[in-house]
Nanobody, 116 residues
Framework: QVQLVESGGGLVQPGGSLRLSCAAS????????MGWYRQAPGKQRELVAA???????NYADSVKGRFTISGDNAKNTVYLQMNSLKPEDTAVYYC??????????WGQGTQVTVSS
């Protein structure tokens, strides 16, 4: 069973930065795809950034140019660097990993609150 553990969330002022981390219990290169999703109160969970194995990263239009997804194979960790944060970025952020079409896993989520 794969475990994903997120960390790095918190309260930040508008315009600030945070870096989220997702530590996996398996090699991140064993997944076809890893990504970050978020869910704000009363809204559906949405894709923020994805990192397909061997492919190009992709981002939601709302975060392009501000967020960056990256991975460290040696640490089995995926990061989400978030800059120029806005109040509308406030949400619970979830790490996701997929292996093939049938197997996927979610982390427990980490709260990000952007407020002055």
């Amino acid at each position: 069973q794969v475990q994903l553990v997120e960390s790095g969330g918190g309260l930040v002022q508008p315009g600030g930065s945070l870096r989220l981390s997702c530590a996996a219990s398996a090699s991140i290169s064993s997944f076809n795809r890893m990504g970050w999703y978020r869910q704000a109160p009363g809204k559906q969970r949405e894709l923020v950034a994805a990192m397909p194995r061997g492919g190009s990263t992709n981002y939601a239009d709302s975060v392009k140019g501000r967020f960056t997804i990256s991975g460290d194979n040696a640490k089995n960790t995926v990061y989400l660097q978030m800059n120029s944060l806005k109040p509308e970025d406030t949400a619970v952020y979830y790490c996701h990993a997929a292996r093939g079409l049938l197997f996927d896993w979610w982390g427990q989520g980490t709260q990000v609150t952007v407020s002055s």
